[in-house]
């Protein structure tokens, strides 16, 4: 079947089981059990060249916290926060998530549906998922082709003041 002038254009599910460090296809799976799997991730030039955008939409279901190391980008990105049960994206909200900011660490406690604009080079994370009552559809829209992040080297994350509880975990491919 020969394809049509703009089919680059279009990125769509393959029906593909999911895997691990997928970058190029739509489902893949979570780095941690507290994210419900599969997961999906619009990864910007690498899936559909020419891009300038990456996506993810991660469905929270347990606390953890997903990044660990404060760290800066070269774009903006716009960090999602909505309650995961239709039809009220909103009202469905019942969790704590906590997000540090600035270069002073500035905590954060998200407390309902919320947006966060990160302009780039802003110093953000970590960002624990501290209680998760209720699902949480997590959305990072990052503004540049490729996601990119210069993080604090050193960091102590032992002896960082989480002010409460946290799960820690580091990123690599599912059990």
Known sequence: MVGKQYDKYFL???????????????????????????????????ALPGATATIGWQVFTA????????????????????????PDLCKSFDSEID???????????????????????????????RVIKKPVLFHALYLGPTLDAKRIKNFDEAGFNWEGPVNLRTFGPPK
């Open 12 to 46: 769509s599910y393959d029906g593909a089981e999911p895997k691990a460090n997928d970058y190029t296809s739509l489902s893949s799976l979570p780095p941690f059990p507290e994210i419900a799997s599969p997961q999906t991730y619009f990864r910007g030039a690498p």
């Open 63 to 86: 606390p953890v916290c997903w990044e660990t190391i404060p760290h800066v980008h070269k774009y903006d990105e716009f960090l999602i926060f909505l309650g995961g049960e239709l």
């Open 99 to 129: 997000l540090w900011v600035g270069k002073e660490l500035e905590k954060h406690t998200i407390t309902s549906t919320t947006v966060v604009f990160i302009p780039k080079g802003l110093l953000h994370c970590p960002l624990n998922f």
